[in-house]
């Protein structure tokens, strides 16, 4: 018997300590002189320097180089050379889960005993070297073409393409088969709708089930008769336009129309029909007008950037320069930049907008440098022309333009210096007693207003009649003031004017009693003009010889004319006025509010007499400054640009797509760039009141290309910043691009991607169920013109999508959420999938394509903010019987019909519809107004090509399921029907759940 003493008791425990403990002093290893090199450093390269460098020091810890390592971490304790169980490290990166690294891969047992081994043989680490982040993400890395699986002698029937081999090799790792092959009839149904969205009618069914049952040949030739339907390019765009949150208004709190969105939604269904290389589809969408000029395609493309959801308020009447107008237009960039990057390559960029991405290696910096490159554009109206010879000379006209007004933008800016101090205190004053000069109260008889006009040179003109000749003493005009998107104060006055007397309507004998016609007069804003003249007269007339300028068109605009006797008595109330023209408006604009009493008065009437003679100091020093050589020159810039402005209305109209712009109508605080980026800067903590450094146009870094900033001239036009982004997304080495194409494409025929987060390839994203699968998938389409069609051949002649979707009590054990698809998903048709085979089988789809879209409400108060009354809208309205496609999408109201069987939220990016089952659901596709009015149409459809009702009930099981009714159907059917109606077992044919869902 061994006996205990305090020495052996010691040793064991030593002994254990070493074993179990790890590598201590006793037992110090010497390591290669390069162990850290080759084998520490690429694991804190990929795993940890990301979160833990010199900026960004996740815990207070740095990993960047020696020192930083043994001093960082909020312990200080995170690497204690020689001692393993005191190195935090370690401790944060065992553990099931570990701590770290946080979103990432956990590391393998080999890295744990690499670092083990390193900490305990000392911590060497290199004095001279200094680590970088080393992105060892998957979807970043490089894309090449795997090698296709070989299976199994038993299996090799089951190949038909490539996709069989990789999915078989899968499950046969996990001991698992595919399932048997779905009969002709389920298989014929699966690809109307995953190809065109449409159920195949009797005839088709008959027709493609022969072939079918006949041989391969058959369904070769079915999927080739789908994918050359035009309704292919309907079906595809609906999941395209989901991604991208196309609507049809604007969304926020007035969510206006926007009744030109449509071309751009026209054009990806061409695009798409037409098999467009996904490259081109991808650079048109992006900087089609730089990549693309003259060509109809590279303006319709651009509907894409304009195609979220945008603030009209914030950009409309709210100014750029306060917080709220600040926030707007950069909440509005951050749209443009989240739905690129999204959509093209599935990254999350929008959350380094307030900080660095915590979990992938994209900066504040990256992000504000893809700001920049959308620095330029707005959401408008843009005109697109079918003949690009016409196209091509709008261009070059606009250029022309921008040019000129250029040169007499740098000669305004030659007169401001030269007027100095002076002439900036004065603006300055101007602007000051401008809102000092504001009405202290409004109403809503705002004045006479005149015709608009294209040009300013036209002469209009208001007189009132007194009744009788009278002793006038003094006339006084009151201007007009408007808060309508804040046009404000002195609206309409006009800059040259006369006023005169007459004792006939004819004014044949008038006397001017004031003449402001040789030279601009100084907008008043509301102060009033006044002349005193004694003359006796009946009718006094104003004419204005030179309008006021409005936005891109003239008027002339007074809110009141007093004229005074010698009693000081305001004669002119309520008397009978005449006018050249009048818009007839009212009650804000009619020619009896010009005597009606009522005006805008402003809080200080010595502000408003400052003002003017302010304004006159202002126009006084203007003057000086305007040397003839001046005038000249600034009066032959004018010309040109008036002379340019006629060129461009001469050239045929073109039509207009709502799209990325830089030159356009300007509407209250919304004015256009003319193709001048804005400044953009790094915002801290995404705050616009404090920014930092100014961003430069760039995108994100790649492995092996940490170059992130555009190589671009000085000089360059805007357009080139959107060019060099759309080429780098579309180059043929992007991993994420390609790769995130096809995982969408693979989603929408098995509904399940294999990256389960589309929009999100990043280390917050999910892991791809098939790595190897995917990058053939992207090798594949890529280098095969980027020819969805040749993708969507691939996947459906597949043997994987030919699968039963029948249960295997085995494989769901292993496989219950069918991962690696050992059968086909069953899945609800989506809703407008539901909707157009609905209006199929009654005979009331209307297959006419493109054009603006259906209204499924009633539209009213368009003008201000618009409502969408979807209760008063009458569902048998033929206008509104075409494919779900074309209806008219509305952001703040969708409708309701759709919304209850999940239709995509427009005003987010819907990579993946959710599948629910509410009893609203079931009500709606009862009771819903649209159900009852196609179940009578459908009723009538039977009983027009059906004598009998037991023929009825079969044609009705035809055409909602594409089978024979079995016996007990046919049995049940006709004797609810009987007693019920046919209209009644029409609402029953649309409820089946065999109608609904595809098998």
Not at 274 to 291: H, S, T
Request: aromatic fraction near 10%; charged fraction near 25%; hydrophobic fraction near 35%.
């Amino acid at each position: 018997m061994l006996r205990s003493t305090p020495q052996s008791t010691r040793a064991v425990c030593l002994f254990l300590w070493f074993t179990l403990g790890g590598w201590t002093y006793a037992q110090e290893e010497t390591l290669p002189q390069d162990f850290f090199e080759k084998s520490v450093a690429p694991i804190l390269s990929s795993h940890c320097v990301t979160c833990h460098n010199d900026q960004k020091q996740e815990g207070g810890l740095s990993l960047s180089d020696r020192q930083s390592a043994l001093n960082g971490g909020d312990s200080g304790e995170s690497i204690v050379p020689r001692q393993t169980e005191a190195s935090l490290l370690l401790e944060y990166v065992i553990g099931d889960p570990p701590e770290m690294p946080k979103g990432g891969q956990p590391l393998s047992n080999q890295e744990i005993a690499i670092l083990r081994r390193w900490i305990a043989g000392g911590a060497t680490w290199p004095k001279e070297l200094k680590l970088e982040a080393e992105d060892r993400w998957w979807s970043r890395q490089s894309l090449s073409r795997p090698s296709v699986p070989e299976v199994p002698l038993a299996s090799k029937s089951r190949v038909r393409t490539p996709i069989d081999a990789f999915i078989l090799a899968q499950l046969h790792k996990q001991e698992m088969d595919l399932s048997p092959e779905a009969d002709a009839r389920t298989l014929v149904r699966r690809l109307y709708y995953d190809l065109i969205g449409l159920p195949p009618t009797p005839e088709e069914m008959r027709q493609w089930t022969s072939r079918l049952n006949q041989g391969e040949e058959g369904y070769q030739q079915l999927v080739e008769h789908l994918l050359a339907s035009p309704h292919y390019g309907e079906r595809w765009a609906r999941h395209w336009l989901d991604v991208v949150k196309y609507a049809d208004t604007c969304g926020y709190d007035k969510d206006k129309l926007r009744r030109n969105a449509w071309p751009y939604r026209d054009y990806v269904i061409r695009s798409l029909n037409d098999d467009k290389p996904y490259a081109r589809f991808v650079e048109e969408q992006i900087a089609g007008d730089a990549l693309f000029p003259g060509e109809q395609d590279g303006i319709l493309g651009l509907g894409f950037i304009a195609a979220g959801p945008w603030d009209f308020i914030g950009h409309v009447e709210v100014p750029a320069s306060k917080i709220d107008g600040k926030n707007a237009r950069n909440l509005d960039r951050d749209e443009m930049v989240s739905n690129t990057l999204n959509t093209f390559c599935s990254v999350t960029i929008q959350c380094a907008r307030c900080h660095d991405h915590k979990f992938d290696p994209y900066t504040q910096q990256h992000y504000y440098g893809l700001q920049a490159v959308f620095a330029a554009v707005d959401r408008a109206e843009r005109p697109f022309d079918m003949d690009p010879q016409i196209e091509k000379k709008r261009l070059q006209l606009v250029g022309e333009k921008q040019a000129i007004e250029q040169q007499l933008a740098s000669l305004q800016r030659e007169m401001a210096a030269d007027g100095g101090k002076r002439l900036t205190e004065l603006r300055a004053q101007v602007q000051s007693l401008g809102q000092q000069a504001k009405p202290e109260s409004t109403v809503p008889q705002h004045g006479y207003h005149s015709h608009i006009e294209k040009t300013g040179n036209q002469s209009k003109w208001v007189q009132i009649d007194l009744g009788n000749p009278t002793e006038i003493s003094k006339i006084v005009l009151h201007p007009c003031y408007d808060d309508f998107a804040g046009i404000g104060p002195g609206f309409g006055f006009p800059l040259q004017f006369t006023i005169e007397a007459a004792s006939d309507a004819t004014f044949a004998d008038s006397q001017k009693l004031s003449d402001e016609t040789t030279q601009d007069y100084p907008n008043p804003l509301l102060a009033s003009y006044e002349v005193e003249v004694p003359i006796t007269a009946r009718f006094v007339r104003i004419t204005a010889t030179k309008l006021a300028p409005r936005q891109n068109d003239f008027i002339f605009a007074l809110s009141e004319v007093e004229v005074f006797d010698a009693n000081d008595q305001n004669i002119a109330l309520k008397s009978t006025v005449q006018s050249l023209d009048s818009i007839e408006a009212p009650v804000r604009w009619q020619r009896s509010n010009l005597v009606d009493g009522l005006w805008p008065k402003s809080i200080s009437a010595k502000a408003s007499e400052e003002l003017n003679q302010a304004k006159q100091a202002l126009a006084e020093l203007e003057k000086q400054i305007e040397t003839p050589e001046r005038i000249t020159q600034r009066a032959e810039f004018t010309k040109r640009i008036q002379d340019m402005d006629a060129q461009l209305k001469s050239l045929p109209s073109g039509k207009m797509v709502y799209a990325a712009a830089t030159h356009f109508n300007p509407q209250g605080s919304f004015q256009p760039t003319q193709g001048t980026p804005r400044d953009v800067h790094v915002l801290h903590r995404g705050n616009v009141t404090e920014p930092r450094a100014k961003a430069m146009p760039g995108t994100l870094p790649l492995p092996g290309k940490n170059a992130y900033e555009f190589a671009l001239p000085t000089d360059h036009d805007e357009s080139e910043r959107r060019a060099a982004l759309a080429k780098w997304i579309t180059s043929r080495d992007h991993p994420l691009t390609w790769r995130s194409i096809v995982n969408r494409l693979w989603y929408y025929h098995f509904d399940q991607a294999i990256v389960g987060s589309p929009n999100d390839f990043g280390r917050m994203g999910q892991m791809p169920t098939h790595p190897q699968l995917l990058d053939w998938l992207a090798v594949e389409f890529r280098d095969n013109d980027q020819s969805f069609k040749h993708l969507h051949r691939l996947i459906v002649t597949s043997s994987v999508y030919r699968q039963s979707s029948q249960h295997n009590e085995v494989h769901a054990a292993k496989d219950s959420s069918n991962r690696f698809l050992w059968r086909m998903n069953r899945r609800r048709l989506e809703a407008e999938e539901i909707r157009d085979s609905i209006l199929s089988v009654s005979g009331k789809l209307d297959t006419s394509m493109g054009g603006p879209g259906f209204f499924v409400f009633k539209l009213e108060k368009e003008a201000h903010s618009p409502h969408y009354e979807y209760h008063k809208f009458d569902p048998s309205d033929p206008a509104s019987h075409r494919r779900s496609i074309y209806r008219f999408i509305v952001r703040s109201q969708p409708d309701p019909y759709m919304t209850t069987l999940d239709c995509a939220d427009s005003s987010q990016s819907t990579p993946k519809r959710s599948e629910t089952l509410t009893a609203l659901q079931a009500l709606s596709m009862l009771n819903n107004p649209f159900q009852l009015t196609m179940a009578q149409s459908f009723a009538e459809r039977l009983q027009h090509e059906a004598p009998t009702l037991p023929e009825q009930v079969e044609l009705g099981v035809q055409l909602t399921l594409g089978r024979e009714p079995t016996d007990f159907e046919r049995e049940k059917f006709t004797a609810f029907a009987q007693e019920n109606g046919v209209a009644n077992l029409c609402r029953v044919f649309f409820n089946q759940s065999e109608f609904v869902y595809l098998d």
